[in-house]
């Protein structure tokens, strides 16, 4: 489809959304990013991807407009280019080892994915790609009297807008790769003077996000959620199965490319926990779901992240090769949210420094829907003149008023009210004082990673906070690290890393005489998934590391996610519950403190 020029100006109101996993909306004014949010913090469906209706509706209630105010919506996906996708999947089924079975699994997950609204097992496969055709009619339905124009991007260069807009670099080499686009799983590109060309493209099935995904199933974690439980089981191992993935599984293929044996693998019938008998005899049984890893499971996992990242310098050094003379990268999609692949190519001086958005997976695709659309008027792969997109608070921010009604809804008692400063002097000494503290300040955050607006933060320095917290709080596997935020003046201190990472998506190693000074976020490997915060980018959480680092002389937080098993609290609400569902001992939300007397005399009610 051709795209229709929208008469652009700055008082334009543009809508982007992302479904069928990940599912979210942002809205434009002109240039500006006013709101980004995805739908599982307001539906609390975890990996919502459902169509999203109220992501759309906050998005318009922050810009204080109505759905009749915006003139475009730009939609991550193509619809119409659905033959490619169609063919690969008959031929997969054509020359599957189990073909009948193949076939019920495979059109099990095409009736999912294109006519049903309803998935409980996958609550990421709600959304229906039949949906995408219906827009505008869904819209008047549910939100409104839309009158604007629809436009249909290409998934992947959705990715890629997105991820580039964040430093804008004239010249990069990008990286787009995950389950699957339209037709594409990975695109690899290089943006020269600002002007953009593919270099490569693999093909759907051949996908590095299924083979991943394909054993985070194997491995007995739930597949399109659990693979970064795989990724922190990896460092426990010994990757002796590497050899015979890359061998027979992933094969790495002269012309930079690779391919994924779908026969002995197939990514339908694991999302069923179905297996093919070679494989197994291959590589030894699946986990079954609630067995304690074994020594062969731990390995297992070691070597599928071996072979990814061997699989991704593999793509990355044929077209470095090409253009030796480019020294940053720019990575996108989904398998950029693994972050230990991230810290190899950082570790390996290929490119003097990479770079990723806050939300590089498919939520991510709503604004880089809009900003594609802006780039094909003038085909120029530069996003400097945007308001607003490297942030990743884009999330509604709460007034201490609408904090203040939240208690009175749920008929629980006023805390006390500090000033900024006077909070921050005491959330820093509770934190001293080694108590786990449930932080909610400013808008939230879009994107997966807790970072520093809705945060369960501790003393890094006390190594059992660790097991103390998924205890009493995460209740999650003890081989998962927890990750440290930094001020960003300091982070080169603490770790080897010698760029920023205001995302927490870049994995580096610990220095070793910091190793034994903050053990609560440093994984068995030694590394940790580097936060770092600079004072423009969230003032209160920056005052916050700063007065903790003048009590200790560690400016470090261990910080993980506000939520128990759910997705990241999104409102007062969501805060105060899980709050006085949780093991925490201080919660503190806009400028009120909840501390520990507070709690038991409203849970005593």
Known sequence: MKLGKLNVDNNKYILGLSTMGASAACIFKGKELIAAIEEERITRIKNDGGFPFESIKQCLEIADITIEEVSAVCVYWRPYQIFTRLTAVLKKILLSVKFLTSIRFTFYRIYSLFLSNTNNVYPE??????????????????????????FFLDHHLT???????????????????????????????????????????????????????FFTGYLGFRM?????????????????????????????????????????????GALFGNFNKKLIKLIGPPRQKGDDPSEKHINLASSVQAAFEEAQMHMLNWAKLKYPQIDKLVLSGGCALNVSANGKILNSHLFDKISLPPAPHDAGCS???????????????????????????????YSNDEIKQAFDQLEVSIPKKLNDVDLINFTAQ????????????????????????????????????????????????????????????????????????????????VHEDKKKIIPAITHIDGTARV?????????????????????????????TSFNIQEPIVRSPTDAIQTFLNSGVDLLVIGNYICDIKWKNENLAK
């Open 125 to 150: 496969d709600r959304g229906s790609w039949l949906d995408l055709f219906f827009i505008k009619k869904i819209l008047k339905k549910e939100i409104g009297n839309f009158q604007g124009n629809i």
């Open 159 to 213: 990715h890629q807008t997105y991820a580039a807009a964040m430093q804008n670099w004239k010249n990069s080499l990008l990286l787009s790769y995950d389950g699957g686009g339209e037709s594409n799983s990975t695109v690899l590109s290089v943006n020269l003077n600002n002007k953009l060309v593919n270099l490569k493209t693999i093909k759907w099935p051949n996908s590095l996000g299924h083979f991943y995904s």
């Open 224 to 268: 399109l959620e659990g693979e970064y439980k795989m990724m922190g089981l990896a460092p426990h191992g010994k990757p002796i199965f590497k050899d015979i993935i890359l061998d027979q599984i992933l094969i790495l293929k002269k012309d930079g490319s690779y391919y994924f044996n779908t026969k002995l693998c197939d990514y339908h």
């Open 367 to 397: 604004i880089g829907a809009v900003l594609a659309y802006y780039y094909n008027f003038d085909n120029i792969f530069d996003f400097s003149s945007f308001k607003n997109v490297k942030s990743p608070y884009l999330g509604y921010n």
């Open 430 to 509: 509770c934190l001293v004082d080694k108590n786990i503290v449930a932080w909610f300040n400013g808008r939230y955050e879009f994107g997966p990673r807790a970072l520093g607006s809705r945060s369960f933060l501790a003393d890094p320095r006390n190594d059992n906070i660790r097991d103390e917290i998924n205890d009493k709080i995460k209740k999650r596997e003890l081989f998962r690290p927890f990750a440290p935020s930094v001020i960003k003046e300091e982070c080169h201190n603490f770790f080897d890393i010698k760029q920023e990472s205001p995302y927490m998506n870049i994995v580096a190693n």
């Open 531 to 559: 936060h770092s915060v600079s004072f423009e980018s969230n003032p209160m959480y920056y005052n916050l590391l700063k007065k903790f680092g003048e009590e200790t002389g560690i400016p470090v937080l261990l910080n």
